[in-house]
């Protein structure tokens, strides 16, 4: 089956394009602080992988709130970074160029975490999800084949190499990681899970 992935650049996704070597990857800039980042980590990866890298840019940045988009978190937000039904606005940009393109399935770079703070990192979000694009015209399947994993046993279990894993970009509120933000805290965490291999220390 023809399959593509939506790639942020960030750990979670770029792990998943070493793992699973997608025909196609999709990057969306949808008017995030850290676009222009997100697009160089994601343009990287492809071209070390050799995999199909498009761009989606679609300006959602009015209707952003909270870290991602510089603006106050919304009344409904439970986290600083909550951009109100977001991953479910990704999925269907995503799905909407992956149909173009005669893809089958969308992969998505969901972790176990994700769904401590948000509903759409859930499994039963991912469930629902694919659920309806599947029952629309097209049946793409949306697929996260890393919802049961934490970040760090994802990349372990995969093996990405350090040198690719590097350009990752996980910061929210930047394109240079401004160090005080969930993304670039998870980010550090997950090096200091992974230890000396993957941090160049010994």
């Known amino acids: ?6 790639l942020s650049g960030g750990m979670d996704s770029l792990a998943i394009a070493w793992w699973k070597r ?3 990857a999709i990057t969306l800039d949808y008017g995030q602080l850290a676009a222009e980042a997100e697009k160089h980590a994601s343009a990287q990866v492809c071209k070390e992988l050799g995999i199909r890298h498009e761009i989606v840019s679609v300006d959602c940045s009015s209707l952003g709130s909270g870290d991602m988009a510089g603006a106050p ?13 977001r991953n479910q606005l990704l999925i269907t940009l995503a ?3 992956a149909i173009s393109r005669g893809m089958q399935i969308l992969y998505i770079g969901t972790v176990h975490s994700d769904g401590e ?18 029952y629309q015209e097209g049946h793409l399947r949306v697929v996260a084949p890393a919802i049961g994993m934490s ?3 994802l990349i372990r279990s995969t093996g990405v190499p350090a040198g690719l894993l590097a350009w990752s970009h996980s910061c929210h509120k ?11 805290n998870k980010y550090v965490e997950t090096y200091l899970e992974l230890g000396p291999e993957y941090s160049g220390r010994s």
């Open 151 to 153: 970040t760090a046993e």
């Open 117 to 134: 703070s948000h509903i759409d990192g859930t499994p039963e979000f991912v469930q629902k999800i694919d659920e309806l694009m599947a």
């Open 95 to 97: 799905s909407m160029r």
């Open 1 to 6: 089956m023809k399959d593509a992935l939506l």
């Open 174 to 184: 930047a394109n240079i990681a401004c160090g005080n933000c969930r993304g670039c």
């Open 22 to 24: 997608p025909e196609l």
């Open 73 to 85: 978190p919304d009344a409904a937000a439970q986290t600083s970074d909550w951009w109100p039904y």
